[in-house]
């Protein structure tokens, strides 16, 4: 999120940040945005009774920011219902790993148990699955030999956040396409859409 702030800070770049929304009162992403002006809201699950209610208070929340795109940025709770069929394909997230290999919480773990010698980070669309949306960009991470879990999420991040950048620019710039499984960054004439 702090990456994603201080690209907009460049009247080029094609987007605005309109809020950070958090699920926790504590998230760092609250306080940078609010030290950057900009609106923060907290809809955290325990202040519902049921799951259901609050997916739709996080729904309702976004809608009331009239959003384009939606970014998930540290945000590690799966979206239901109530979100993804009002924002249903335009909401991003970050995976450190190239999907569809290593989906889940521990892509990183799971790439250096599976003996992977090059992992690295994919941008996609939500979905209702784990990772599995569609692909919109990814960037290659190598695995080196004395890595350990946090040494390779630390290289991961770096390269993770770059991308992230890059593609919601590109994405409010240049638009995007999905055709089933397949996204594409630009117009759909240069998608071939």
Known sequence: MAALLAATRDDHYGCRIVAVI?????????????????????VALGDFTHRTMWDEALARTIASFEPDLIVCAGFMKLLGAPVLERFGGRIVNTHPALLPAYPGAHGVR??????????????MLVDEGIDTGPILAQAA??????????S????????????????????ARDGFSVAGRI?????????GA
Request: proline share 0%; glycine share 10%; with cysteine.
């Open 22 to 42: 958090s699920d926790r009162a504590d998230a760092t992403g609250l306080h940078t945005a609010r030290a950057a002006g900009v609106a923060t809201v907290t």
């Open 152 to 171: 390779l999420h630390e290289r991961i991040k770096v390269v993770e956040r770059a991308l992230v950048v890059d593609t919601v620019g590109r994405m």
């Open 110 to 123: 799971d790439a250096l148990a599976g003996g992977a010698r090059v992992t690295g980070c994919t941008v």
């Open 183 to 191: 996204a594409r960054l630009g117009s759909n004439e240069e998608a």
């Open 141 to 150: 991470v190598e695995v080196r030999d004395n890595d350990s879990e946090e």
